[in-house]
């Protein structure tokens, strides 16, 4: 079994943290296409009001660090996609079948498991009525938690990089992040944290169980 690294190894990784959706979940995209199609909508129309019709980024960028909640981001959102998408737990219907990583929950598990202290890095996308971090069921795992929408900054902001390291008391060169947006990693990186840019769930998985030197169990 991997031994934990301990505070002698200061060049060794002793924290991981980790993005949510496209590292802790699978790719939604396939999953929001045919959600569309079920809603009568275009296949793209998800992906096309959130991030190109400018109220929608307006929407989701308020709602990323708190400015409004998930139930008034529904709203706004609903009615940008189309006058009969009914608003009641937009986000939740959207994201529901979204499948969670259980491979990279698994070594983050082992990780655990070996003495790493663990934390959940993610831009939130509201946390009521839907909260998609008790849906995939991994809040529990992790010691720290720093939510955008909790905290009131959002990634690439450095602030929120130096807020995750300060509260598992970790310097960044014994940290790895793992995150699905490379515009992400450069502020990781300015902090001396390991950065893996997540991919296919299997090559992250692969990495990782390198870098920090831990074997999960993937039979199951």
């Known amino acids: 079994m991997p031994q934990p690294t301990t505070a002698a190894d200061h060049n060794a990784p002793r924290g991981l943290i980790l993005d949510f ?35 929608g980024r307006r929407l989701y960028a308020a709602l990323e660090v708190g400015q409004i909640s998930q139930a008034t981001w529904n709203e706004g959102t609903a009615s940008l996609l189309g006058a009969h998408v009914e608003p009641s737990n937009l986000m939740g219907r959207a994201w529901a079948g979204v499948p969670a990583a259980q491979h990279v929950a698994a070594v983050a598990r082992a990780a655990k498991e070996a003495g790493y202290k663990l934390a959940l890095l993610s831009n939130s996308f509201g946390l009521d009525p839907f909260n998609p971090y008790v849906h995939a ?58 950065t893996v840019l997540a991919t296919r769930e299997a090559d992250t998985v692969a990495k990782l169980q390198d870098l920090l030197g831990v074997r999960a169990d993937l039979a199951a």
């Open 21 to 55: 959706a496209g590292v802790l979940t699978g790719d939604p995209r396939s999953v929001h296409r045919a959600w569309c199609e079920s809603e009568g909508l275009q296949p793209e129309a998800w992906r096309s009001a959130l991030g190109r019709h400018p109220e």
């Open 137 to 194: 069921g991994i809040w529990d795992l992790f010691d720290v938690h720093v939510i955008s929408e909790v905290v009131g900054m959002a990634k690439p902001d450095p602030a929120i990089y130096q807020l995750t390291l300060e509260r598992l008391g970790l310097p960044g060169s014994a940290c790895v992040f793992v995150d699905d947006h490379p515009v992400n990693l450069p502020p990781a990186e300015a902090l001396g944290i390991t």
